[in-house]
């Protein structure tokens, strides 16, 4: 049941979702500084590409993690979270579409605050 949901999820808009964390992360490895950033967009971004089966956890809330969220708040984060809101608000017109953009409102989330959570995978399904 997992599977067909993620693949469902790509064409709702997960590949997008998706892309967008892969082209943050991206040019956030340009620099050697913004390497720990980019890393931390391509987990979101194989998160973002199959999130049903996936939760979140948050492991070390910390001064670096509470500066490299600032940051990506003002760099960055803000852009993916609305992308990930609208997405989800258009989707939850539907009843179909309600359990899609839960998931998007989940990664909204994420987009605001990255640093300091762990993705695991569950095994609901």
Known sequence: MRVVLNL???LCGGLLSSLGWLIFGCLWCVTIIGLPV???????SSMSLNPFGKETITTN??????????????LGGL?????NFMIGFVLCITIIGIPFGKQFFKIAGLSLHPFGIQVIRTHVF
């Open 79 to 83: 852009e993916l979270a609305l992308l």
């Open 8 to 10: 469902l999820w790509m």
């Open 38 to 44: 980019g890393l931390q967009c391509f987990k979101l």
């Open 61 to 74: 809330i910390g001064a670096v993690s509470f500066l490299m969220n600032v940051a990506w708040f003002v």
